[in-house]
């Protein structure tokens, strides 16, 4: 779903096994995987918004997922953080002072393909 840009399912997707892991962790949002996964959506939700004209949201959402995923650096569970990390950190300084319902600043929008090792 990252790679094909269906980032509003991509967040459906986290955010219903985010809240699935909660209610079955006894350390709940505590848990390492469970934050983890809160983060991937902020970041996911940062790219959503900036392609759709709410630039105040994913400043917000950006900031968020930076916080979290650089616990998590180089990888977590398999997943390649730094890229997404570089795309936030590359995004992020274009959004500043844009007014919240701005076009994306970078045409065409590329970000880094999903990075995964089993």
């Known amino acids: 779903m990252w790679n094909g840009n269906r980032l509003e399912q991509l967040h459906d997707w986290l955010n219903e096994r985010w809240s699935r892991l909660i209610r079955n962790s006894l350390l709940g949002t505590k848990d390492p995987e469970a934050e983890f996964l809160q983060a991937l959506a902020y970041a996911v939700l940062a ?6 004209h709410n630039q105040e949201g994913a400043l917000l ?3 968020d997922a930076q916080l979290t995923l ?3 650096r180089p990888r977590f569970l398999g997943v390649h953080v730094d890229p ?7 995004l992020r ?3 500043v002072g844009l007014a919240p ?3 994306c600043p970078l045409y065409p929008f590329v970000y ?3 990075e995964y090792t089993g």
Do not use: S, V
């Not at 997404?84 to 590359?90: P, S, V, Y």
């Open 93 to 95: 300084p274009l959004l």
């Open 84 to 90: 997404i990390l570089a795309a936030l950190q590359e």
């Open 70 to 72: 650089g616990k998590y």
């Open 61 to 63: 959402m950006i900031d």
């Open 47 to 52: 790219l959503f918004f900036t392609q759709n």
């Open 101 to 103: 319902d701005a076009e």
């Open 112 to 114: 880094p393909k999903f």
